[in-house]
């Protein structure tokens, strides 16, 4: 879910705009959680670190989205990293200022409640995803969520789509190309357009 531009307004008068440039980290996992940033420009990857120092991306994310919801949570630390991909250009906001604002807007408080409640929704078709779905559900699935957010073309590389899924990059071309050639997607540069949502949710319907 991404927030209105109607609404950017209130973060902009509660917080500071800050710039990052490509592969720059906003913050570590287990940093201090006391900020929460929206994406005014850009591209942003948040990933978790495993034990033996594996990067296992969750999501990337663009403008109008949030990350940082673990600020909600007194005295937290964060779950995840997150770096820019790109130039990226973000408001980071302590929610000791963003507060007043949220009594005075319910549009905004609901915006925030509605972002809480699909990320949960996000990682358990993640957990899903992960551990019930061949590769060929894994990337249709994917790509029809992604649909449904974001309703135009989906901004991902293969590789991109690689680290989301746990799928080597290899795998996903042979996929997605598969896919074109059933009538399923269209494929251009950094790019995929669904053409046949049928198609794509039958492979989810067995």
């Known amino acids: 879910m991404k927030i209105k531009e109607n609404l950017f307004h209130y973060f902009e008068q509660a917080g500071t705009k800050v710039i990052?440039?490509?592969?720059?980290?906003?913050?570590?996992?287990?940093d201090d959680a006391n900020s929460l940033y929206l994406i005014l420009r850009?591209?942003?990857?948040?990933?978790?670190?495993?034990?033996?120092?594996?990067?296992v991306t969750l999501e990337?994310?663009?403008?109008?989205r949030i990350f940082g919801e673990s600020s909600f949570i007194q005295n937290s630390s964060r779950p995840t990293s997150?770096?820019?991909?790109?130039?990226?250009?973000?408001?980071?906001?302590?929610?000791?200022?963003l507060f007043p604002y949220l009594k005075e807007s319910n549009e905004l408080t609901i915006s925030l409640l509605q972002m809480m409640s699909q990320t949960c929704d996000y990682l358990?078709?993640?957990?899903?995803?992960?551990?019930?779905?061949?590769r060929y559900e894994k990337v249709a699935s994917f790509?029809?969520?992604?649909?449904?957010?974001?309703?135009?073309?989906?901004?991902?590389?293969?590789?991109?789509?690689?680290?989301?899924?746990?799928?080597s990059r290899v795998t996903v071309t042979k996929v997605l190309n598969e896919f074109a050639k059933k009538g399923y997607i269209k494929i251009a540069y950094k790019n995929i357009s669904i053409i046949n949502?049928?198609?794509?949710?039958?492979?989810?319907n067995k």
């Open 42 to 55: 850009g591209r942003v990857r948040v990933y978790v670190m495993t034990s033996s120092g594996e990067e």
């Open 60 to 64: 990337i994310i663009d403008r109008g």
């Open 143 to 167: 790509l029809l969520e992604q649909e449904q957010q974001i309703n135009h073309t989906i901004p991902y590389t293969h590789e991109e789509l690689a680290s989301l899924l746990g799928l």
């Open 197 to 204: 949502k049928k198609g794509l949710a039958s492979l989810l």
């Open 20 to 30: 990052y440039h490509p592969h720059d980290i906003i913050y570590m996992q287990e």
């Open 82 to 97: 997150v770096e820019a991909i790109n130039e990226v250009e973000l408001i980071a906001c302590h929610l000791n200022d």
């Open 124 to 134: 358990s078709a993640m957990v899903k995803r992960a551990y019930t779905y061949n």
